[in-house]
Structure formats: C-alpha cells, structure tokens
C-alpha cells in the first residue's frame, strides 16, 4: 500500500489542484468550440468550389459565398495547404475583376497546383486525381493531354469516385479531340448516377433522350432527370420541360413544359425564363405570341442570363416583333460578350465592322473575332478569314 | 528651382503619400475594432450567455455538493473556483457589472516623469499663442496618462517632444524641410505603431472566433445558432442535475 494515501493533507492537496479546472474566457471557448483546422476549413471552401457552373465569371460584390471561399484558399495557400493551389488557381481564372492581375496569379497556382499534385499523387485521394485530370483537359499549369486527363479521371473513377466517374463519361461525349465512346460515357455516368451525382443523372437522362450508346428511352430520361431535379437541381427541371415540349417519352403537353421551366425559374434559374420565351415565339405546344416572347427573354436578360442577352440583342439587331434598334442590339450583345459568350463577341464584332449601333472600329471587330476564335468559335475564325486575317496568328 | 527647394518638394510629396497610408491604416484599424466589438457584442448575447448560465449553474450545484459534505476540502474549494469561474464568465458577458479596476500604483518614478514632462511642456513657459496651445494639449495628454499611472505613455510624449514639427514654426525652406523631416520622421513611427496594433489585434482571440463565424455564415452556416442549441440542451441537463442534487 502507498505510504502517502495514509496522509490526507497530501491527498487534499492534490484534489484541490484538480477540481479547479480553469475554463477560461468565454470567447476562448467559443473559439475551442468552433475553430476549424485547416482540413475542415478546405473542405467547407471547397464545397462553394464544387458547386461548379456559379464560380464561372464570379466577382466579389455579387457572390460574397464565392469570394469567401476565395479567401480560404488564399489564407490556405499561404500555409503551403497544397490542395488549395487548384481551386484557388480556377478561381483566379474565373474572377471578372483585376483580370490581368488574376491571370497572373492563376498562372501562378496552377504551376504550384500541378507541381503539387505529382509529388502526392500516390496518396489515395480522389480528389487531387481529378484536379490533375482537370489540369491536363484544360492545359492549366501543363501541357494539354488528353491521354493524361483521360488516366488521372478513371483512377478516380475506379476507385467508386463520382466527380471521376463523370468527368471520365464527359470527356467521351464532348472533349473533341478524344475518340467519342458513347457506350463506356453510359457506363461512367450511370455510375455516377446511380450514387446520387446530380450530374451523372443529367448526363445519363440526356444519353437516354438522344439514344446514344443506348437505345433510345424517353421514360428512362424522364426517370433521371426527376432524380437530379429531387436533389434541387434545376437543370433537371429544365430538362423534364424539354421532354413535355417535345413529346419525348411523355405525350407532348404544353402546359406541363410550361410548369417545369416556371419551377426552374422560380429557383433562380434564369435558362427556364429563356425555354418560356421561346416557346411563345416558336407556338410549338402554346398559342404563339410574340408580346409574350418578348418579355420573358427581357426578363431573362435582365437577370443576367448570357444567352437571354444574345437572343435579345438578336431580337432587335433583326426587327420584326419591334422596331429594328442596333443601339439596343449593341447592348445587349455586349453584356453577354461580357459574360464570354463567344456567339455574342461575334454579332458584336459584326457591329463594330459595320458600324451598326456603334462607331465603326475596324480594330476592335477584330479583336472581338480574335476572342471568339481563341475559344474555338468557328464563326469567328471564319470572319476573321473574311477580313484576311489568318487567325492562328 | 533650387537644389533645397527641390528637396522640399520631394520631401513634401513623401510626406503627402505617408500621411495618406497613415490615414487608411488608421481607418482599417478603428473600422475593425469597431466591428470587432459588434461581433462581440453579438456573440455574448447568443452564446456568452448561455456559457455563463452553464456556469452559475454549476457553481449552484458545486455550493449544494459543498453543503451536502462540509468535511470535504475539496468539495468546498471546488464550490469556490466554480463560484469565482461563474462571477468572471457572468462579467464577461455583460451579465453583472465587473469590478472597476484599482486605481494605479504612484510609485516615485512615474512622480519623477511627471515632473520631467511638466518641466519640459508646460504651457506657462511658451513664448507665443500657439506654442502655448501645443503644450496645453500635451499637457493634458500627460495629466491622462499620470492618472492612468502609464509611465511609458509619459516618457514616450517627453521622446517625442523634442522632435515635434509643430515646434518648427519658421516659413524658410531650412525651417520647411526641418518641418517636413520631422513630420515624415513621426507618420514612420505612428505607421508602425498602427502596423503593429494591426497585427495584434489580429492575433486575439475574439479576432481569430470572428472570422471563423463570419466565414462559415458567409458559406451558408449558422455555427452560433447551432453552438446556442448545444448549450441549451446542456442547461437543460444541468438544469436536471440540479433538482436532482437538491
């Protein structure tokens, strides 16, 4: 037995150093409560990153959600967080403000992103899989390879990951430059789909709308769309609109066409607004009236919607349902330009040619052209062919 | 133009960009304290208080086990520290009024740059208006600072004395570039003095526990919404305890 347990001021002593635990500031246990390590705080910023389709053209007055993420990264960045080169790379690219200053940076980034990537790629993290997959699709940081991309994405993909998985049925479909592969883009998306990636399910409904790499199935798109629109996607309402207007495996009803694309709209999804006025304008399933057509495409274009912007810029670039207007027109096509919409940098290129709504700038055209065809817009590269310029110089 | 006065120009050009940094750094500093003591504010209601309930709670139920055992030392010190704990957190959140600091020590060498500084400064052997003006100011800053018993604050205004532009009051360029030096000399160190406060403050804890909230709410969170629940549900149990207890 302890000779000391005999003493009790000893053993008073000792459970007195011991019952009075020190809490501390109230602040400080806030802070010990809520504080982030850095792995938590990646993954809350990078949740904002994955959200995709809104990092595009982003600035930090309109989307403070994108910019904080922004913000993380940079903080994460400067800790040598190496995960955090490659969102904060995009989003330097992405970023409509400082732009020659952001493309700096984010030259910057994808080198460290890339330099990064290859000297952890044994670690079994999907994640960085992709992102190098990613790199190697869009040339960021290292030169362009499709076999690379193409290696990194089915890693991924095989390992169960959802993002690979896609990415890989993706680059099949729509990469050009890569041997189409309908059968094997249905496969990866399918699997996507089936553990609940709302892009593998629009994918795989689109694959079943048009029958490619499997037999055509209006119903099987019917069914995949709704998955995507249940998970509060509203590309997936959009499309069911699509299937009701075109009658493609539901009998055609415009009412319901028109029902789905409101349900896009009403959750801010300005593509529903564009759907509804062009079906007032082509009258395919409802009476045709161009008043109608009209105001939902301005709606659509108010709110920002780059396509809504070019079809009204068409609108009144063209006449007809009002009065010809190329000041308008200019407008228009140029808030969608804005937005990189390489369809509008060419209509506005057109203007400036012509001197249509605009002071006539031979010099500026040709930039714009020149911007269009650096996107691999063909009808920008055609006119800059019109013009004599050959515009892979 | 002449050597010195292009000098002078220089000088005066140098002297306009640091006073301009001088002003935006001062702007990010008040700008931040402020919204640091809203956040504060913030936090005490919805969290602070519920810790500080969490606590008076505890020290009721320490004081009850205290009571039930009054042989036990350390039943009773322990009713003692969690008393003392809920009395701090309680002040911390505003709840009670805290104690007013004890008024500070005089020892004899914050008497010893009082005198030095009064010497010095005082507005009484000033041979102009306006040089009587500028140490009736600096007076009243040392008065301040005695009160305070802050011997640093003291024996820092008796440095600066002697190097304050104002006291060159001459219209020449010698005078103007005196002038200048002096006022270039005095925005580096006040830049410093701000870098530095910057930099602590960014150090602090409440800084670091805002911008942890201020993110997380920004991507859509509600970390004290969901901290104020957790704490409700421990009052709660506490709460239980307590009834137990008695």
């Given at each position: 037995m302890d000779e000391r347990e005999n003493l009790p001021a000893v053993i008073?002593?000792?459970?007195?150093?011991?019952?009075?635990?020190?809490?501390?500031?109230l602040v400080g246990r806030g802070l010990i409560a809520l504080r982030k390590d850095n792995d938590a705080l990646y993954r809350q910023a990078r949740a904002v990153f994955d959200r995709g389709d809104e990092i595009r053209n982003w600035n930090a007055t309109d989307d403070p959600t994108i910019f904080t993420a922004f913000?993380?990264?940079?903080?994460?960045?400067?800790?040598?967080?190496?995960?955090?080169?490659?969102?904060?790379?995009?989003?330097?690219?992405?970023?409509?403000?400082?732009i020659e200053e952001g493309l700096k940076h984010a030259q910057h980034f994808e080198q460290r992103a890339v330099d990064w990537c290859f000297a952890n790629q044994a670690n079994q993290d999907v994640e960085l899989w992709c992102d190098l997959g990613v790199m190697y699709k869009d040339g960021y940081g290292v030169e362009k390879n499709y076999k690379q991309a193409e290696y990194w994405f089915h890693k991924a993909a095989e390992q169960g990951d959802a993002n690979g998985q896609w990415q890989l049925g993706h680059m099949y479909v729509w990469v050009d430059g890569v041997p189409e592969n309908f059968e094997q883009a249905v496969y990866w998306f399918r699997k996507a789909a089936e553990q609940g990636d709302a892009n593998g399910q629009l994918q795989l409904g689109e694959m079943y709308r048009v029958g490619f790499g499997v037999p055509q199935n209006g119903e099987q798109a019917m069914y995949w769309f709704h998955k995507a629109a249940e998970q509060g996607d509203t590309r997936g309402l959009v499309s069911i609109g699509l299937l009701y207007k075109y009658g493609e495996g539901v009998p055609q009803n415009g009412e319901q066409a028109m029902y789905w694309f409101h349900k896009a709209a009403e959750q801010g999804d300005t593509v529903g607004l564009v759907h509804i006025s062009e079906m007032y304008f082509d009258g395919l399933v409802v009476e045709k009236s161009d008043k109608q057509g009209l105001y939902w495409m301005r709606k659509a274009a108010e709110q920002g919607d780059a396509d809504g912007q070019y079809e009204l810029g068409l609108i009144y670039h063209e006449g007809g349902c009002v009065a010809q207007d190329y000041k308008e027109a200019v407008k228009w096509y140029r808030l969608a330009a804005e937005q990189g919409f390489t369809e509008a940098l060419c209509n506005l290129g057109w203007m400036y040619e012509g001197g249509d709504g605009v002071l006539q700038d031979h010099k500026e055209a040709v930039k714009l052209f020149q911007m269009a065809a650096d996107q691999g817009n063909t009808r920008g590269q055609e006119s800059l062919r019109k013009l004599g310029i050959d515009w892979e110089k | 133009m002449l050597p010195e006065e292009q000098e002078l120009t220089r000088l005066e050009a140098e002297q306009a960009v640091l006073e301009e940094q001088?002003?935006?750094?001062?702007?990010?500093?008040?700008?931040?304290?402020?919204?640091?003591?809203?956040?504060?504010?913030?936090?005490?209601?919805?969290?602070?208080?519920?810790?500080?309930?969490?606590?008076?709670?505890?020290?009721?139920?320490?004081?009850?086990?205290?009571?039930l055992s009054p042989d036990d030392v350390a039943a009773q010190a322990h009713a003692q520290a969690a008393e003392q704990q809920a009395k701090a957190s309680a002040e911390e959140a505003g709840l009670i009024e805290a104690q007013p600091a004890p008024p500070p020590v005089i020892t004899p060498e914050l008497k010893l740059a009082f005198r030095q500084a009064a010497k010095l400064m005082h507005p009484d052997r000033a041979t102009s208006e306006l040089e009587r003006l500028r140490r009736t100011e600096l007076m009243a800053q040392v008065n301040l600072a005695y009160e305070r018993g802050d011997q640093q604050a003291i024996e820092k205004l008796v440095s600066e004395y002697g190097q304050d532009p104002e006291s060159i009051t001459g219209g020449d360029v010698a005078s103007r570039i005196v002038k200048a030096c002096r006022r270039i000399a005095q925005?580096?160190?006040?830049?410093?003095?701000?870098?530095?406060?910057?930099?602590?403050?960014?150090?602090?804890?409440?800084?670091?526990?805002?911008?942890?909230?201020?993110?997380?709410?920004?991507?859509?969170?509600?970390?004290?919404?969901?901290?104020?629940?957790?704490?409700?549900?421990?009052?709660?149990?506490?709460?239980?305890?307590?009834?137990?207890?008695?």
């Open positions: 008073a002593a000792q459970a007195l150093t011991a019952t009075t635990e020190k809490r501390g500031s913000k993380i990264f940079q903080r994460l960045s400067d800790k040598n967080y190496g995960k955090a080169y490659f969102p904060l790379s995009r989003l330097y690219r992405t970023r409509q403000e400082d | 001088v002003t935006t750094a001062e702007l990010t500093l008040e700008t931040s304290k402020t919204e640091t003591a809203q956040f504060q504010h913030r936090f005490h209601q919805t969290v602070g208080r519920l810790y500080a309930q969490l606590d008076e709670m505890d020290a009721l139920l320490a004081r009850v086990q205290a009571g925005l580096r160190r006040r830049m410093g003095e701000v870098q530095q406060q910057i930099d602590a403050m960014q150090q602090t804890e409440i800084f670091h526990l805002k911008q942890t909230i201020e993110e997380t709410e920004a991507m859509g969170g509600d970390p004290l919404g969901d901290l104020a629940k957790q704490l409700m549900q421990e009052l709660s149990e506490r709460k239980i305890k307590l009834e137990i207890a008695r």
